[in-house]
Nanobody, 119 residues
Framework: QVQLVESGGGLVQPGGSLRLSCAASGSIVRIGTMAWHRQPPGKQRELVAVISSTGTTNYADSVKGRFTISRDNAKNTVYLQMNSLKPEDAAVYYC?????????????WGQGTQVSVSS
């Protein structure tokens, strides 16, 4: 019914940059808050950044000043620009969206995209 598909992950050296994308598709009436989470190996999933439907953003302290979340409502897509990457940023990154369909509003997750940071 609704799918979130992430892309843009990969291997980057410390100090490098990556841009993640997450495109929502399906029987969408409206997309509310969207967010990026990550799960490092052996650790719990954590919130990285969130953006409201009107563009208000919030970030985890660990990524403030380095990561930027944005969205293109016309394309039903949310982005995460990651700069000055550190080895501790390595994780599987998941997109999340609060999405309204004709059946109601639910939270949806993408399948995840791997980000590796290593020299």
């Amino acid at each position: 019914q609704v799918q979130l598909v992430e892309s843009g992950g990969g291997l980057v050296q410390p100090g490098g940059s990556l841009r993640l994308s997450c495109a929502a598709s399906g029987s969408i009436v409206r997309i509310g808050t969207m967010a990026w989470h990550r799960q490092p190996p052996g650790k719990q999933r954590e919130l990285v950044a969130v953006i409201s439907s009107t563009g208000t953003t919030n970030y985890a302290d660990s990524v403030k000043g380095r990561f930027t979340i944005s969205r293109d409502n016309a394309k039903n897509t949310v982005y995460l620009q990651m700069n000055s990457l550190k080895p501790e940023d390595a994780a599987v990154y998941y997109c999340y969206g609060g999405i309204q369909t004709i059946a109601g509003t639910n939270g949806y997750w993408g399948q995840g995209t791997q980000v590796s940071v290593s020299s």
